[in-house]
């Protein structure tokens, strides 16, 4: 079992940037491949970006690219998010996730309690 504690979050203003980070209790971090999602209010829960065990290679999905951009320290047991351009439709819980599969959304394991990002306008 992984214990994963997101941090980070927070109000930020429209076009504003944050840096989420995830940190694993785990000493084989770097067996896992790591991912980000975030659930917005009313909306169902959503993948946003992976990567792999290395850190690179990274999978987006389309409407994040250019502005989101995942990295880790592996020496650290930490994943990042970097959120450029925040937008207020960018505000939602954003969680990350551990899994075996970096390219495959559906193939993640373990979860975090999730960090709240809010974008004003």
């Known amino acids: 079992q992984v214990q994963l504690v997101e941090s980070g979050g927070g109000l930020v203003q429209a076009g504003g940037s944050l840096r989420l980070s995830c940190t694993a209790s785990?000493?084989?971090?770097?067996?896992?491949?790591m991912g980000w999602f975030r659930q917005a209010p009313g909306q169902e829960r959503e993948f946003v970006g992976a990567?792999?065990?290395?850190?690179?290679?990274?999978y987006y999905t389309e409407s994040v690219k250019g502005r989101f951009t995942i990295s880790r320290d592996n020496a650290k047991n930490t994943v990042y998010l970097h959120i450029n351009s925040l937008q207020p439709e960018d505000t939602a819980v954003y969680y990350c996730?551990?899994?075996?599969?970096?390219?495959?959304?559906?193939?993640?394991?373990?979860w975090g309690q999730g960090t709240q990002v809010t974008v004003s306008s």
């Open positions: 785990s000493r084989t971090f770097s067996g896992y491949a």
């Open positions: 996730a551990a899994g075996l599969v970096y390219s495959d959304p559906g193939r993640f394991d373990y």
């Open positions: 990567i792999s065990r290395t850190g690179h290679m990274t």
